[in-house]
Nanobody, 121 residues
């Protein structure tokens, strides 16, 4: 199976920064895309950023220029550096990976447990 351990959430003032981490472990044969989603109260879960391979990235328009996603292949870890945070960035952030497990035949998506990010003065 797959375990996703997220860390780095918390309370920060507007304009501040946070760095989220998500480490994937378990019976992973191959990782394709890794990404971050978020869900604010009363809203649907939305894609924040994703990275495929080493350099192919995409971002939600609302975070472009402020957030940066990166990946450490050796550690099966994905990061989200969040700068210039705004109150509207407040949400639970979820890690998501697209992985092929040992003995598996197809890639599937797996989710972390979520980490709360609150931007408030």
């Amino acid at each position: 199976q797959v375990q996703l351990v997220e860390s780095g959430g918390g309370l920060v003032q507007p304009g501040g920064s946070l760095r989220l981490s998500c480490a994937a472990s378990g019976s992973i044969f191959s990782l394709n895309a890794m990404g971050w989603y978020r869900q604010a109260p009363g809203k649907e879960r939305e894609l924040v950023a994703a990275i495929r391979g080493g350099t192919s990235t995409n971002y939600a328009d609302s975070v472009k220029g402020r957030f940066t996603i990166s990946r450490d292949y050796a550690k099966n870890t994905v990061y989200l550096q969040m700068n210039s945070l705004k109150p509207e960035d407040t949400a639970v952030y979820y890690c998501n990976i697209d992985a092929l497990l040992v003995g598996g035949y197809t890639y599937n998506h797996y989710w972390g447990q979520g980490t709360q990010v609150t931007v408030s003065s």
